[in-house]
């Protein structure tokens, strides 16, 4: 995993939200991760599943924020935890060995520890910036980096306020993943902003 790691705002409306989906995918975003706070159980699932058929088009995983049982129920690729969601312990046992689970770590080393412990894919840390969306109450300082990747072997991901330009000196640190929300999709041309975010990761 490597590179632009979409994750969805919360958006009502299914069919925007596949269009400017399909456009970062086309451009190249790495993975996405279906997260809408406000959803009923029937929206979830109506959107996850045109998020995963999306997904599986341009092959890329779809990850599902917080819900393990939405993400059985569909067999998507895997979910994404925060500390409050729910052990990535007990997400591993009931997915399995292939599936991916992710854990937001924020700022905290202990966490990641803790989280790769357990069995995470990836650990992500955040926010680095003043976000829109995701109103953090402490700020990460990007030297905390330098020690999760001389620590963890796994790949690292960073979110929070996150553009291509001050995401540019924490992929600099070594990171895998640059998480986006507000980044791609309230860009009026998500492709793109999408592409922006993947230069940061030229080929290896």
């Keep these: 995993m490597r590179g632009l790691y979409l994750v969805t705002p919360n958006w009502d409306d299914t069919e925007k939200l596949i269009l400017a989906t399909d456009a970062a995918l086309g451009a190249g975003a790495a993975l996405v991760q279906y997260r809408h706070k406000e959803a009923g159980p029937e929206l979830r699932r109506e959107q996850a599943t045109a998020l995963l058929a999306l997904c599986r088009r341009h092959g890329r995983p779809l990850v599902i924020n917080d819900h393990v049982d939405l993400c059985q129920a569909i067999d998507a690729d895997g979910v994404h935890l925060g500390h409050t969601d729910g052990g990535v312990r007990e997400a591993r046992a009931l997915l399995g060995t292939e599936k991916i689970v992710g854990a937001s770590c924020y700022g905290k080393l202990a966490l990641a520890r803790a989280a790769v412990e ?25 030297e905390m980096l330098d020690q999760a990747r001389a620590e963890f072997k796994l790949p690292i991901v960073v979110i929070g306020g996150m553009t291509p330009n001050n995401a540019a000196p924490l992929v600099a640190r070594g990171i895998d993943l640059v998480a986006a929300i507000t980044g791609v999709y309230g860009s009026r041309d998500p492709g793109a902003a999408a592409r922006a975010f993947g230069a940061l990761f030229p080929p290896s």
């Design 118 to 142: 357990a069995g995470a894919s990836y650990v992500a840390f955040g926010g680095f910036y003043p976000s829109p969306v995701k109103k953090y109450t402490f700020v990460t300082p990007p």
